[in-house]
Structures are given as structure tokens and as C-alpha cells.
């Protein structure tokens, strides 16, 4: 028998898990899981990038791996476990920033994003952290790399660091691709649809565990445009509200946006943004329900990711030993 495809996948604790995440990543991770041998984690050694109250840090964390159970990745089928309990992620991390160049550092546009956020905290980790989550992805030798647009960049570096590595040293890492949905892959701000949704914007952000009459009262407040004549039609560069809409909307019921123009024909966007609120609020009713029951049982959590890791880190230390032996290191 074929041996399965490898996915890897990671997501900041570093707010509360949003729609964006939701749709662009974690949706797809678990549509894969009898297909591909999963792995995700909890990527909280990139959170410390940018400075964390450490028991909220501690408390999303296991939240989040409640949320990824509840959003269908069954622990028995995925290894679920958190970045650091496994320490060859800081081990393979340092060896990369190595064979990682300042000016491909330089213009990760997430460094530049959070450095102008952050001006008084643009530390070295916040600046060398693709080089940490190439070491993330390549441990696993994963096939594919399921994340949203805005992570694309990244992978792309890390593609870069394989064709450098493996150059000197031969076939070392298997050549990771991107995996980014058709719909769903950029869901931007609900009050900003020319920038993606993040928790930094609230108002404009949807969060998996929000309580249904808020996530309402969020839609209904939605930026569209003032067309009266056909409002309801798919046109990102002057409707980019609309298209972004359309967007969550056809990745929530699976609809296509010909379909979607088809049901709101001749209706506003009194209509139309409830509508697309309430598909919304009835994919996370369910997931809310149940992580809040998971996140109840902290021992059940602390056993799935007590397993995670040891997985996570059987697999890892395969990897690292090569490529420690390739670098020249002598062998423990
Ligand atoms: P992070 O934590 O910012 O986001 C987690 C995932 O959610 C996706 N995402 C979105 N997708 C669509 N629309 C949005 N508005 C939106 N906002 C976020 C992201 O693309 C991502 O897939 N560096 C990563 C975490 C990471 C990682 C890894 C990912 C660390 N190591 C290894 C993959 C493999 C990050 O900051 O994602």
C-alpha cells in the first residue's frame, strides 16, 4: 500500500481563533484527515515574537487545541500537539536561520507588517521567525502545507531554504507545497474589506467561540456600498465589502458566486447580510458547543497533548539527526 501524503499546520494561540482562521486554514486541515498522515500545532514559540500576558498565552493555547478538536481533527487521527514540547523545532530553527539570507528576511511582509505595529519590540525572534517556521514544516517532510494567502510568502521561503540546503547536502527535506482554498483563503475585515480579517480590528472580526447575537450584530454592521441596482454581485475591485461577503458565504454553504447572485437577484443587503450571518452562526454553533465541553476536561486535554508531542517529536528527531550529521556535528 501507498504510504499517505504528509500536511503540517500551524496557527498563533496568540488571540482567540477567527473565521479567517477558521475558513482559510482549519477547515481545510480537517476535510484532509483520512487522506494525509496531519500534523498541527499550537505555534505559541512565535507568539513570544510579539510580548504575551504568559497565563493568557497559556489559557488560548489549550483553548485552541479544544477548537481544533471541535472543529473535526480527531486526535486518534492527527497529531495535535503544542510547538514547544517538541524542542527540535528550536533545534532545526537555529540550523536554518543559517542557511537564511537577511535580505529574504527582509521582505516577509509579516515582518514588515508587525515591526510598524510593534516599533518598540522589533526583536531578532520577530525578524528570524520563518527560519523557525521552515524548521516547523520541514521535520515533518510534509507534501503539503494547507494555510491561508497571507502564509504563502512563507512558504515560499521555505521552498527557498530546501533548495539551498538540499543543494550542498543532498536530498535532506522533501519539498513542501502550499495548499490554499478556493474560497475562504483571504477573508478580510468585516469593517475593513481592504485588509484581512485579524483580531486586531474586533469589530470587523468574527470569533469561533462568539456568542451567536453578536456575531449577527457584526454582519448586519458590515461594510457593503451604496448600489441600489444590483447590489448582491461578485466584483472585488469596486464592491470588495460585497465580494468578501460572497466569499464567506459560498465558503460556508459551498454555494458558487453565480448561485449566490442567482438568491439575493432583486433583494438588498437588508437581506443579504443576515443571511450570510446567520449561515455563519449555524457552521460555528456546533464547534462552539463542543469546544466548550472539550475545554472542560482538562485531563482528556492534557493526554491528547501529551501524545501529540511524543509523535510530533519521534518523527522530528529522525529528521534533526540527519540533518545534524550532514552539518557536521558530532553524534550524541
Ligand atoms: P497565523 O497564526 O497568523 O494564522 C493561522 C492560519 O490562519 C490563516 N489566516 C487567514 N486565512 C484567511 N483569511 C484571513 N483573514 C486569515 N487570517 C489568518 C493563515 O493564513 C494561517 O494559515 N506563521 C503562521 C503560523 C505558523 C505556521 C507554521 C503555519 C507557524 N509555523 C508552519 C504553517 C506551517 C501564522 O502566523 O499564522
Redesign the pocket.
Known amino acids: 500500500m501507498d504510504e499517505k501524503k504528509v500536511m503540517?499546520?500551524?496557527?498563533?494561540p496568540?488571540g482567540d481563533l477567527?473565521l479567517?482562521?477558521y475558513?482559510?486554514?482549519i477547515k481545510n486541515w480537517a476535510a484532509r484527515t483520512e487522506e494525509f498522515e496531519c500534523y498541527y500545532f499550537m505555534?505559541d514559540m512565535?507568539t513570544i515574537t510579539v510580548r504575551q500576558t504568559p497565563a493568557d498565552l497559556r489559557r488560548r493555547t489549550l483553548e485552541q487545541l479544544a477548537q481544533y478538536i471541535a472543529c473535526g481533527l480527531d486526535p486518534e487521527k492527527n497529531t495535535l500537539f503544542i510547538?514547544s514540547h517538541v524542542p527540535q523545532h528550536a533545534e532545526l530553527g537555529w540550523v536554518l536561520n543559517c542557511y537564511t539570507m537577511f535580505g529574504e528576511l527582509s521582505r516577509m511582509t509579516?515582518f514588515k507588517d508587525k515591526s510598524a505595529k510593534h516599533k518598540d519590540n522589533i526583536n531578532g525572534g520577530l525578524f528570524t521567525?520563518p527560519a523557525?517556521?521552515a524548521a516547523?514544516?520541514l521535520l515533518y517532510q510534509p507534501d503539503f502545507?494547507?494555510?491561508?494567502?497571507?502564509?504563502k510568502q512563507?512558504?515560499e521561503l521555505t521552498r527557498n531554504i530546501v533548495q539551498r540546503f538540499n543543494g550542498v547536502y543532498g536530498d535532506v527535506f522533501k519539498m513542501p507545497e502550499p495548499y490554499i482554498p478556493k474560497a475562504?483563503?483571504?477573508?478580510?475585515g468585516l469593517t475593513t474589506p481592504d485588509s484581512?480579517?485579524?483580531k486586531s480590528i474586533p469589530e470587523g472580526c468574527v470569533f469561533l467561540m462568539e456568542r451567536p447575537e453578536d456575531i449577527q450584530r457584526k454582519f448586519k454592521r458590515a461594510i457593503t456600498d451604496s448600489d441600489t441596482e444590483n447590489p448582491v454581485r461578485y466584483d472585488p475591485a469596486s464592491k470588495p465589502g460585497v465580494a468578501n461577503l460572497m466569499n464567506i458565504y459560498s465558503a460556508v454553504t459551498g454555494k458558487s458566486f453565480d448561485k449566490i447572485e442567482e438568491e439575493f437577484a432583486g433583494q438588498g443587503y437588508g437581506k443579504f447580510k443576515p443571511a450570510v450571518g446567520e449561515a455563519v452562526v449555524e457552521t460555528l454553533r456546533p464547534i462552539r458547543e463542543e469546544a466548550t465541553r472539550i475545554l472542560a476536561d482538562k485531563a482528556y486535554l492534557e493526554s491528547v497533548y501529551k501524545a501529540g508531542a511524543e509523535k510530533a517529536s519521534y518523527v522530528a528527531n529522525k529528521t534533526l539527526r540527519k540533518v545534524y550529521k550532514k552539518v557536521g556535528f558530532v553524534a550524541r
Not at 503540517?8 to 498563533?12: D, K
Not at 502545507?145 to 502564509?151: I, K, L, M
Open positions: 503540517l499546520s500551524g496557527i498563533q496568540s477567527h479567517g482562521n475558513l482559510g486554514a505555534a512565535h510547538q509579516q521567525y523557525l517556521m516547523d514544516i502545507v494547507p494555510v491561508g494567502e497571507d502564509q512563507h512558504v475562504g483563503a483571504r477573508v478580510m484581512k480579517m485579524s
